[in-house]
């Protein structure tokens, strides 16, 4: 895609919705990076879902800790995987009291380090809590990264790589709210919704004609 091209599409987004801000419910730092790990093969609906009363009960890594397995497993479990994630969230509830004083670490090594956190969501946490200009490859992302032809790749990471380049500066902060909301709800992974879409132009799906 040109660059002129790339501009474009990020300029139409961004005049749709200049601020775009994630779907997942949380008030802080901890509750986003719960909410996160939560996330994985589940809807953000899915997990608004269980985390608003967990949230209620629980809202700190002190309070997530001292709920014990059993308990947050059953407030979770709701979500797919829901065992291993209680798990994981529990984990990282202690490791965060143990070695960053019950904060969200600023720092990627870190977040990493934390059960249950990849790449993408220490993305997610960098870009929406830090303000970093990341691009957490999901599911959508990694589809319109192919589909359109802005950015193609074979893995996450590729993609990840290329949207970095191929992304203009001003828009990089925003562009990971921006792709992820247009592939949930325009250019949806079966049915993508050509007739409406503000980029459709730009696009290099080939059988957007078609749709």
């Known amino acids: 895609m040109k660059v002129a091209d790339r501009v474009e599409l990020f300029r139409r987004l961004a005049a749709i919705d ?12 901890f509750q986003l990076l719960v909410a996160v790990i939560l996330s994985a093969q589940a809807t953000d609906k899915g997990v608004n ?17 001292a709920l014990g397995e059993e308990k947050l497993a059953d407030a979770i479990k709701t979500i797919g995987l829901y065992k291993t994630k209680a798990k994981n969230v529990l984990a990282t509830a202690r490791l965060l009291l143990e070695k960053h004083g019950g904060e969200v670490p600023h720092d990627r090594a870190a977040l990493e380090a934390l059960p249950g956190v990849g790449r993408k969501t220490a993305n997610v946490v960098l870009n929406v809590v830090f303000g970093e200009p990341t691009i ?6 990694f589809r319109l ?7 193609p790749g074979k893995d996450v990471n590729e993609v990840e790589r290329k949207l970095l380049k191929a992304v203009p500066a001003d828009y990089r902060l925003h562009a990971h709210h921006w792709l992820i909301l247009h592939g949930r709800y325009v250019c949806k992974a079966r049915k993508p919704e050509c007739w409406r879409c503000v980029i459709r132009d730009l696009c290099g799906f080939k059988e957007k004609n078609h749709v």
């Open 18 to 29: 200049p601020a775009p801000k994630t779907e997942l419910d949380y008030a802080t730092p």
């Open 49 to 65: 879902l269980a985390t608003r009363p967990l949230f209620d009960k629980a809202p700190t890594p002190q309070a997530i800790a």
């Open 136 to 141: 957490a490859v999901d599911t959508h992302i």
């Open 145 to 151: 990264g192919n589909r359109t032809g802005l950015a």
